[in-house]
């Protein structure tokens, strides 16, 4: 490959259910990219690493850079971009985050009350913690209940985003890191 996304601990949507952060990730892939001794006809393979997982400003791109990285994903971030294609009520959870080593969470019962059956139990989304995952986990609710609470919460469209919402609110632990929507040149020209 050309490029290699490494996608540590803190990415919001899908990744792995245990893994580590990028702080530590993307030096152990330089590390054993380097150590690789696969040769193709023109010389070794070496992708471009570019870091995602928790990187929203100008601090973690520069973090990402300093461990090797040479560029670097930040999907949360541009949930609050003007040009993002999301629900208002999704893009108003974002802002509205705070803390989000403590309000995130990975969990598959974003995928099971969403139908989503198909991935591996290895992975799974993380996104804000809101009522759907709160009753589930609690006992509050069956899993057939949750489901359809889920179902109705997406009748009712943007108030179901959020802490207090049952709908997927899939974002990265640097959420509350997010305060504005800006468009995203500027977003990338801040970083």
């Not at 209940?145 to 108030?159: F, I, M, T």
């Not at 179901?160 to 974002?171: E, I, K, S, V």
């Amino acid at each position: 490959p050309d490029v290699l996304v490494v996608q540590g601990s803190d990415g919001g949507g899908h990744g792995l259910q245990h893994s580590a952060s990028i702080v530590s990730l993307v030096p152990e892939v330089i590390d054993q990219l380097s150590a690789e001794t696969s040769v193709i006809p023109n010389g070794p393979i070496k992708p471009k690493i570019v870091a995602a997982g928790g990187l929203v400003d100008g601090r973690g791109v520069a973090a990402a850079l300093t461990l090797g990285a040479e560029g670097v994903v930040m999907g949360t971030r541009f949930l609050a971009s003007l040009e993002v294609s999301i629900p208002k009520g999704y893009q108003q959870a974002i802002l509205d985050a705070s803390d989000g080593g403590v309000h995130t969470i990975r969990s598959a019962v974003y995928d099971r009350v969403r139908g989503l059956l198909r991935w591996p139990p290895k992975y799974s989304p993380r996104g804000i913690v809101n009522e759907t995952h709160r009753d589930f986990v609690t006992g509050k609710v069956t899993e057939q209940e949750n489901y359809d609470l889920y179902q109705d919460a997406l009748k009712r469209g943007n108030p179901g985003y959020g802490p207090n919402g049952r709908l997927a609110t899939f974002a990265g632990t640097a959420v509350g890191l997010v305060r504005k929507i800006l468009p995203a040149g500027e977003i990338v020209r801040r970083s």
